[in-house]
């Protein structure tokens, strides 16, 4: 990364964090933005959908975006290039939030390389993990995170599956007091697992879960939801189309006659409509490497979300197509 562009990213970093936030330089008018970055006005704050970190001033945009998979592509040159295309669909469309973890392959290098190709990313919400039994290299891959993303702090850290989880909540928390983290999360993607971040999240003072939430698995709304309201904890759905298997189910089928009611124009809108909706949810992750599924995406941000008889009949609807 270039001088000027670390320069620059500090400059409105310090500016978002004086506004009460990193991430609340999205909160600005589009203009403002503009001004400040040099990028297109885009989209305005208040005509998506955005979710406040609990006991803070902060929101963030309610659709962020995963890289699992979709950014593990080594060094196809052809496929950075279509995937530098898809963060800069993500961020015209009034994006924020990107996680990965270095469980994922090369996603963590090619992100970098495709987020240093930009013009603009002031704004991103930078959330990624640490995976490993070991404490000193879980130290080790935080370092080595921060200089594949190419930036100077996280947003959020997050323990990958809760491996290790006491030793890493430490050291994340460490580095947090010390200015150099915002956030602490814990994540998990196996139901095996909700037992213990039960506990954990009852426990622990963390600013983040993610766990695995969408219209079929919905096994989180009887504890860890209400949780997470309970003890003022902001949610990341991962999974939200089952790696694309979802899509599977509703091949060939029409959407219900009411979904243009609420601004549902696809069925990725139908199904991240339906967990946006959701109260405890703070942000859905996404992935994808076209960007014309970015654009259907990003479109669940806008228009009205169900209500609570509207999402029994989404339910409904697609248990029976």
Same mark, same amino acid.
């Given at each position: ?28 008018? !589009? ?20 979710? &406040? ?36 669909? #993500? ?58 993303? !190419? ?34 999360? /814990? ?20 600013? #983040? ?11 989180? &709304?009887?504890?860890?939801? +209400?949780?997470?309201?309970?003890? !003022? ?22 959407? +219900? ?28 992750? +996404? ?27 989404? /339910? ?6």
């Amino acid at each position: 990364m270039t001088t000027h562009r670390r320069q620059r990213r500090r400059f409105l970093r310090q500016l978002g964090h004086a506004l009460g936030g990193a991430a609340a330089s999205r909160a600005l008018p !589009g203009a403002t933005i503009a001004l400040l970055s040099g990028a297109p006005t885009g989209v305005a704050a208040d005509e998506i959908h955005r979710r &406040e970190i609990p006991d803070t001033d902060e929101t963030i945009p309610a659709i962020g975006m995963g890289t699992y998979v979709t950014f593990n592509v080594g060094p196809d040159q052809a496929m950075r290039d279509q995937l530098t295309e898809v963060l800069e669909t #993500f961020f015209d469309m009034g994006g924020s939030m990107i996680d990965s973890s270095p469980m994922y392959g090369t996603a963590e290098a090619v992100l970098g390389d495709c987020l240093e190709r930009l013009d603009d990313t002031e704004g991103m919400f930078s959330a990624t993990k640490v995976w490993t039994r070991s404490t000193s290299e879980g130290r080790e891959q935080i370092e080595d995170s921060l200089n594949l993303w !190419g930036i100077e702090e996280f947003d959020l850290m997050q323990i990958h599956n809760l491996v290790n989880w006491e030793a890493h909540l430490e050291t994340i928390r460490a580095r947090r007091d010390a200015g150099e983290i915002r956030y602490t999360g /814990i994540t998990t993607s196996h139901g095996r697992r909700h037992d213990s971040l039960e506990r954990i999240m009852r426990d622990e003072p963390l600013d #983040f879960v993610q766990l695995t939430y969408n219209v079929l698995d919905r096994e989180v &709304e009887q504890r860890l939801l +209400p949780l997470a309201q309970e003890r !003022g904890i902001a949610v990341i759905a991962n999974r939200p189309f089952r790696r694309g298997r979802m899509f599977d189910r509703v091949e060939g089928k029409p959407l +219900p006659d009411w979904a243009p009611e609420y601004g549902i124009d696809n069925w990725a809108q139908f199904f991240l409509k339906f967990i946006i909706s959701h109260p405890a949810i703070t942000c859905a992750i +996404p992935a994808t490497s076209r960007p014309e599924h970015m654009r259907e995406n990003m479109g669940a941000m806008r228009g009205p979300l169900p209500d609570e008889d509207t999402r029994r009949a989404m /339910i409904t609807y697609l248990e029976e197509v």
